[in-house]
């Protein structure tokens, strides 16, 4: 310490061991004490901290306090070459939250397991829940009252075709490698674990076309009403899989084909941020 007719200060030996942790418990909070009300010390310790050091701190915390940790989801849409402003836009979808794709995948998995412990004969709860999977995953993306962040999205420059549109693939990445994995475990013939990606990739644009009309949620119910009759009405006289077979791979070839080309023709009047669909 030195003194002064001002009071005591820390020479710049013992402030040095302070910086560098070499005190003890006790000298090292009698210091800290003392350069907390003192500004000369305090002067002293910054002439003694490395300016490089310093500014990697500031900025460390500035980085904390300012920008705090992105979610898990929009960190990954970041590492997929996504732009931030369209990641978060992706992520605040209920339907790519943990919450709804946990009790989408436990759902796959339960139909999944009774089709397998069916021995193959009860493939309707699969071949039910995989396609509408999807289908319900995008109703959820797409409906703006539940959506958090409506406000940013209805002034972002997007539209809101371009969103549905990002949302859906966001969708069918996060769950149909999933479900074909798990249709890999249903018993059957081989093309059975494809087989139902027909259905799926038909009734998501379905759905997109008809919410246009009559909003998500009603598009929603309307479709899994379609199929729910289609593969319940299958079980009473038909095969099992006859739902995915050949023939009706072509009806929803051809489904797809009408609901994608409405979707183009309603995305002309998408001129604006913030558009319905």
């Given amino acids: 310490m ?3 007719t001002q009071g005591w200060h820390a020479d710049s030996a013992l402030l040095s061991s302070y910086l560098a942790g070499d005190l003890d418990a006790v000298t090292g909070a009698s210091v800290e004490q003392h350069v907390s009300r003192c500004a000369t010390c305090r002067a002293t310790v910054g002439r003694l901290v490395e300016p490089q050091l310093l500014e990697q ?8 306090v300012e920008r ?6 929009v960190r990954l849409a970041r590492r997929c070459g996504l732009s931030e402003p369209t990641a978060v836009l992706l992520a605040s ?7 709804w794709l946990v009790g989408a995948f436990l759902s796959l998995s339960f139909a999944t397991l009774a089709a397998y412990a069916s021995g193959g004969t009860a493939l309707a709860p699969f071949l039910l829940a995989a396609p509408l999977a999807p289908v319900l995953g995008v109703a959820a993306a797409y409906g703006p009252r539940q959506d958090p962040l409506e406000a940013l999205i209805a002034t972002a420059p997007y ?19 999933v479900t074909v994995l798990l249709g890999l475990a249903i018993p059957g013939p081989p093309w059975l674990a494809a087989a139902w990606l027909g259905p ?6 379905v759905l997109l076309a008809l919410a246009g009309f009559v909003g998500p949620r009603t598009a929603a119910a309307v479709v899994s009403l379609l199929w729910s009759g289609v593969v319940l009405g299958s079980t009473r006289a038909l095969a099992p899989t006859w739902p995915v077979e050949a023939a009706q791979q072509g009806v ?19 001129r604006q941020p913030g558009v319905a669909l």
């Fill in 2 to 4: 030195t003194t002064g």
């Fill in 57 to 64: 701190t500031w900025t460390g915390i500035r980085d904390v």
């Fill in 68 to 73: 705090p940790a992105l979610p898990f989801a």
């Fill in 93 to 99: 979808a209920a339907s790519l939250r943990g919450a």
């Fill in 159 to 177: 539209g809101r075709t371009r969103l549905i549109l990002l949302r859906t693939i966001g969708v069918l990445v996060s769950v149909l490698p």
């Fill in 200 to 205: 799926a990739l038909a009734l998501v644009p």
């Fill in 252 to 270: 929803y070839l051809g489904l797809a084909v009408v609901a994608c080309a409405v979707i183009a023709i309603r995305a002309g009047a998408d």
